[in-house]
Each structure stands twice: as structure tokens, then as C-alpha cells.
């Protein structure tokens, strides 16, 4: 049971142009998400996160939108660089000492 | 200041084998918990040991297995190898328990391919 969904596998963007991720969640509890990104042969790497008290959250090129009646959240990567092109990776967790739940994974190709 | 170190990169083993893998957090982290991630399924979460102590656990059978060192360096253990257990084992430090606003810092992985 999926608890974080990222139902597009890849997504190819031109530079330049707006990429927009998206993720999908069911568990009501979850009050913290995360992105990462990950490059091949190299771990994930934290990129922005957003509480469920806010409905944005920005950091340079990237901001992180909160939809919390739909269980949706989408990251923004404006403008694309082919630097960006990688797998991310939404997180979530319940508040208290638990571990993140993952998705799947978007593989974000950025052609220049 | 040095990242997660994971050892060894890359393993190959044969089924019924059993394999132990290791994590360096980063210097002064207590926390490491550890993920299989797979082409289907993504990143899933194995366990957390903080102080010695395991304190979550994932929904995986009983042949995985970790401990952790007072050093905070940890290992994980995973006996009668299946082909299903093929993946990236990836390895993530905390300064403290994982908590919301807390990052975790991955290291680069160990491929296990088990034929």
C-alpha cells in the first residue's frame, strides 16, 4: 500500500521551461514533506521541504506547493537547467520519530 | 566535514549466501537508518538505530537484520540471500532522531546483485 504516490515515472522539460513534479499522499497524518533529488551513483540529497502549516515554501529555483484538501504536492523548478535532470524523490513523515516514506520516484530529464 | 560512507559499493553474492553491508555516519550523527530502494518500489525503510538502539523497523523479514557501534557506525545483515533482494542499500545519518524538519544525509549506496 502506496502511502506516497508519484504516479509519473519521467518527465522530460526543455531548459529554460518550467518543470513541475508531482506527488500524491493518503495518510492524513503526514505533517512534513520533503524532496530529494538524486543523481546515478550517488545517494539522495535533500532539496527543499514544506510543513502542513504552510502551502508554499520557495528556495531559489525551486518552490514547493501544499494542497492539503487534495493530498497533493508539487515541486516547481523554474527556470530548468540540464543540471537538474535526475530522480526525485517526495517524502513524507508523521510527526514524532519516524521514518520518511518515499515515493517511487520522478526521473526529470532536462534537454538543453 | 566527510559525508556517509558506505561499504562496500558494489557486491555480488549468490543465493542462500549472507551479506553484511556498512554505514560511516557523519562525524558527531547518531542516527542512521537504513533503505532498499528498487526499480519498483523505490526508496523503502529498513530500520533506525539511534544510540546503539533500534528504534524503528520496517515491514521486511527477519533474515535483515543491524546493529550499530558505539561509534555510531552501523552494519546491516542480511542472511539467506534471495534474488529479490537484488537493490541499493542506502545508508542515511541524523544529527538526532529522523523528525520532521530534520535531513537526512544519504550516502552513496551498496549495489547488491544476488544470482
Redesign the interface.
Known amino acids: 500500500d502506496q502511502q506516497v504516490k ?1 504516479n509519473s515515472p519521467s518527465l522530460s522539460v526543455q531548459e529554460g521551461r518550467i518543470s513541475i513534479l508531482n506527488c500524491d499522499y493518503t495518510n492524513s497524518m503526514f ?2 514533506f ?1 524532496w ?1 533529488k538524486k543523481y546515478p ?6 532539496l527543499i ?1 514544506i ?1 502542513s502549516i504552510k502551502d508554499k515554501n520557495e528556495d531559489g529555483r525551486f518552490t514547493v506547493f501544499l494542497n492539503k484538501s487534495a493530498k497533493h504536492l508539487s515541486l516547481h523548478i523554474v527556470p530548468s537547467q540540464p543540471g537538474d535532470s535526475a530522480v526525485y ?1 517526495c ?1 513524507a ?1 508523521v ?11 520522478t526521473r526529470l530529464s532536462v534537454i538543453a | 566535514k566527510a559525508g556517509v560512507t558506505q561499504t562496500p559499493r558494489y557486491l555480488i553474492k549468490t543465493r542462500g549466501q549472507q551479506v553484511t553491508l556498512s554505514c560511516s555516519p557523519i562525524s558527531g550523527h547518531r542516527s542512521v537508518s537504513w533503505y532498499q530502494q528498487t526499480p519498483g518500489q523505490g526508496l523503502q525503510f529498513l530500520f533506525e538505530y539511534f544510540s546503539e538502539t533500534q528504534r524503528n523497523k520496517g515491514n521486511f523479514p527477519g533474515r535483515f537484520s543491524g546493529r550499530q557501534f558505539s561509534n555510531s557506525r552501523s552494519e546491516m545483515n542480511v542472511s539467506t540471500l534471495e534474488l529479490g533482494d537484488s537493490a541499493l542499500y542506502l545508508c542515511a545519518s541524523s544529527l538526532v532522531r529522523q523528525a520532521r524538519g530534520t535531513e537526512a544525509f544519504f550516502g552513496q549506496g551498496t549495489r547488491l546483485t544476488v544470482v
Do not use: C, I, M, R
Not at chain 1, 510527526?95 to 520516484?105: D, E, I
Open positions: 508519484q505533517d512534513y520533503l530529494y551513483a550517488e545517494g539522495p540529497t535533500f521541504s510543513s524523490f517524502a513523515t510527526p514524532g520519530n519516524t521514518p520518511l516514506v518515499f515515493g517511487k520516484g
